[in-house]
């Protein structure tokens, strides 16, 4: 029986006036991107539930009696929470996408990964799984974020499909690389 290679399909760049930095961002790379600006409005949007509830219960007393506010408070915030949190990931993710100003972004991923290219290491990371199983992973979890109001999807998995040509970050490793060695021979 013979085995079958198949071609990765390119996967579709969307039009923006910013730079396409990764279609399926590693959840660590998301969060570790975040801004200040980020925290500010998921923080905000976090307090935001416990808030209202608390405005509800001074307005309009729910007269629940002793013990029966604090667990819907706890619940409210855990929902706050969690919804911050997946707001700040969104906003992160689609300036990985190009779909929000990101040259902060844009210079960090450039950093990270020609240094990547300089130390000689995976760009993307080391994989346990097959080939197929990286790919079948990135078509699972490629523009997820633009769901997470629908799904919270997050790509956990290292492979080397994104979207974007890396050609980019190895041509700059080697000439840093080039202006290093000339500098010391000065």
Do not use: C
């Not at 408070?73 to 929470?81: E, K, W, Y």
């Not at 902060?104 to 990964?113: G, H, I, L, Q, T």
């Amino acid at each position: 029986m013979a085995t079958q290679t198949r071609a990765v399909v390119p996967t579709r760049r969307p039009t923006s006036d910013y730079a396409l930095i990764d279609n399926d961002p590693h959840f660590k790379r998301v969060v570790g991107y975040f801004r200040p600006s980020d925290y500010a409005v998921g923080a905000g949007t976090a307090t935001l539930g416990p808030l209202a509830m608390l405005l509800m219960e001074k307005v309009s007393p729910s007269y629940v009696g002793r013990g029966g506010f604090a667990p819907i408070m706890r619940l409210n915030v855990a929902v706050g929470v969690t919804a911050g949190f997946l707001l700040m990931y969104e906003r992160s993710a689609s300036r990985f996408y190009g779909v929000n100003e990101n040259a902060r972004e844009v210079e960090m991923d450039m950093r990270e990964m020609v240094d990547k290219a300089k130390r000689g290491e995976p760009l993307y990371g080391e994989s346990q799984l097959s080939e197929h199983l990286q790919g079948v992973a990135a078509r699972n979890s490629r523009y997820s974020s633009l769901f997470l109001h629908i799904v919270p999807w997050f790509n956990f998995v290292n492979h080397n499909q994104h979207g974007v040509d890396t050609a980019k970050y190895y041509q700059q490793a080697e000439r840093e690389l080039e202006a290093e060695r000339l500098s010391k021979r000065a």
